[in-house]
């Protein structure tokens, strides 16, 4: 698949194929349709948040179709439309996440900063932070919301 790659802080995405990711355990593998640009996305690439995954795929606020489920994903249909924003994982045992405040999570994982996001063809994401879309929008719309348009 075609991607945009940071290979580091401060330096032009280079555009480049890489193999398909496979989605793991309770993953969806999703065809991305649209992935809007975060000022995020600018601090990262300024080397302003520590440590991003590198090489990284930027791009947290992506909407697309799922195109193959992993082991045990069962909340959406392949084909279903979906939305991926900037919490892509928890820990689900920390002290926030036992009191419901997950936002907060002191192990989260973050799309397209500590995990690769949707600037790419595909990309694979946690069926659990993935959202069902409702189809007022089209996907270039709804792209923006998904970080933005968050509670
Ligand atoms: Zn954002
Ligand atoms: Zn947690």
């Known amino acids: 698949m075609k991607a945009m790659l940071m290979k580091g802080p401060r330096q032009p995405l280079q555009m480049v194929d890489l193999p398909m990711p496979k989605p793991g355990s309770g993953q969806v ?16 690439i300024d ?24 082991e ?28 419901q405040r997950e936002n907060l999570c002191e192990n989260a994982k973050f799309t397209g900063y500590t995990i690769d996001g949707g600037y790419a063809e595909y990309t694979v994401a946690d069926e659990r932070f993935c959202f069902p ?3 007022i929008y089209t996907d270039v719309e709804a792209a923006p919301l998904l970080c933005a348009g968050m509670l």
Do not use: M, Y
């Open 29 to 44: 593998l999703v065809h991305v349709h649209a992935c809007a640009v975060c000022r995020t996305d600018l601090h990262v």
């Open 47 to 70: 080397g302003e948040l520590a440590n991003p995954k590198l090489p990284l795929i930027l791009g947290h606020e992506i909407v697309g179709r799922v195109a193959e489920r992993g």
């Open 72 to 99: 045990g994903a069962k909340r959406f249909q392949v084909g279903d439309r979906v939305g991926i924003p900037w919490l892509g994982w928890t820990d689900g045992t920390c002290r926030f996440c036992r009191s």
């Open 133 to 135: 879309l409702p189809a």
